[in-house]
């Protein structure tokens, strides 16, 4: 991933940005933006040496909560070879709607559920 100084300030500017410190570490943060009625949401990271310690879950919780009723559905993608983060989607209500070639052997899983 690349992504230039600019180009990150005008996308947390626009969007939502959720992180989780440890000391002065960030060792987790997830990314989204509400279009329509949907939050999309990119960029969920954790820390290796934190993983596997309920942050990935807390950060979705949080980037889901933070948006008004009138935001009917949250949408994420990831690859299909990532079976723990797919794992921890569907955990958490997550259900996959189609799989998109990115390139031969790689497939993007599109996933989406209702927000309360």
Known sequence: MVQTLDELTEELQRGIALKVTHGHRIVGAVRGRVEDDILHIGR????????????????????????????????????????ADLR???????????????????????????LA
């Not at 969920?44 to 807390?58: I, N, Y």
């Not at 980037?63 to 299909?80: D, M, N, Q, W």
């Open 88 to 114: 921890l989607y569907e955990r958490l209500g997550y259900v996959e709607e189609r799989r998109e070639p990115l390139r031969p052997g790689v497939d993007l899983v599109h996933l989406a559920k209702p």
């Open 44 to 83: 969920l990271t954790v820390a290796p040496d934190f993983q596997g310690r309920g942050l990935g879950t807390a950060l979705l919780s949080a980037i889901e909560e933070s948006v008004t009723p009138a935001v009917r559905r949250a949408a994420l993608f990831t690859g299909h070879l990532s079976t």
